[in-house]
């Protein structure tokens, strides 16, 4: 390989892992934090899948940045394995901000799996880590040909 085509491709793989950074971490929790940041995300991501999103926010709160990036990351990787794994057409995602804990569920009306059935991959096992880091709870419903059902409870502070 010349060094003019090993540059080229440090460059890609620099802007990858930026972009890879951002999306790890994103600036705009700090700013606009969790219920702003996830409007944004269903916005671009409603519009690169061509699947419909409902999305209901209740008595919108911030959080720490650290619950805050815990349940963005994993509404971001519900989305994504709907997007790769579901078929679905519409998905329900509402968050519900209370005095104690802030509850999210994440439903789709794709073709569902069977919970026993599927390896513990990658996907699921981050989601399950990242809630158990702040000391919260996630159930998944879901079964061939009904959809999917996601239950998240996170407290609104770390104890």
Do not use: C
Request: glycine share 6%.
């Amino acid at each position: 390989m010349n060094q003019e085509h090993q540059i080229k491709t440090l460059k890609i793989w620099n802007q990858e892992l930026i972009i890879l950074i951002q999306e790890m971490y994103p600036a705009a929790l700090r700013e606009k934090g969790l219920a702003n940041s996830v409007r944004e995300y269903v916005f671009e991501w409603e519009n690169q899948w061509d699947i419909e999103v409902t999305l209901d926010i209740n008595n919108e709160a911030r959080l720490p940045l650290e619950i805050e990036q815990s349940l963005y990351r994993i509404i971001q990787e519900s989305l994504a394995n709907i997007a790769r794994h579901s078929q679905a057409q519409n998905v329900d995602l509402n968050m519900d901000f209370k005095d104690q804990f802030t509850y999210i569920l994440v439903r789709d009306d794709g073709i569902g799996f069977d919970l026993d059935a599927i390896p513990s991959g990658l996907g699921l096992r981050s989601m399950r880590e990242r809630i158990d880091l702040v000391k919260g709870e996630m159930q998944i419903e879901s079964s061939p040909g009904n959809g999917t059902l996601i239950k998240i409870k996170a407290p609104v502070a770390i104890k």
